[in-house]
């Protein structure tokens, strides 16, 4: 089994930064995709960032130059460093895994921007 834990949402102003942090834990293959998902109160959950354990990147059009994804693979971790957040960020952000053709999820963090 896998397990993913997300900590490092709340509530930042327009224009400040967060950083989300994503533990896993359980049977993870090398290779794999880890990423992070939001889905905002009556939005379908979208793809913010993923990183590959090849370091391969990808993210969405809305948050390129703003986010950062990274990872620590000795210590199973994933980041979402995000800056410059907005209004438009608000949402609850998913800790994602994929291997095996199978998807983990975690149980979200929510960030709220707001003035």
């Known amino acids: 089994q896998v397990q993913l834990v997300e900590s490092g949402g709340g509530l930042v102003q327009p224009g400040g930064s967060l950083r989300l942090s994503c533990a896993a834990s359980?049977?993870?293959?090398?290779?794999?995709?880890m990423g992070w998902y939001r889905q905002a109160p009556g939005k379908q959950r979208e793809l913010v960032a993923s990183?590959?354990?090849?370091?391969?990147?990808n993210y969405a059009d809305s948050v390129k130059g703003r986010f950062t994804i990274s990872r620590d693979n000795p210590k199973m971790m994933v980041y979402l460093q995000m800056n410059s957040l907005n209004p438009e960020d608000t949402a609850v952000y998913y800790c994602?895994?994929?291997?095996?053709?199978?998807?983990?999820w975690g149980q979200g963090t929510q960030v709220t921007v707001s003035s």
């Open positions: 994602n895994l994929k291997q095996t053709g199978r998807d983990y």
């Open positions: 359980g049977n993870i293959f090398w290779f794999n995709v």
């Open positions: 990183l590959t354990s090849r370091d391969s990147t």
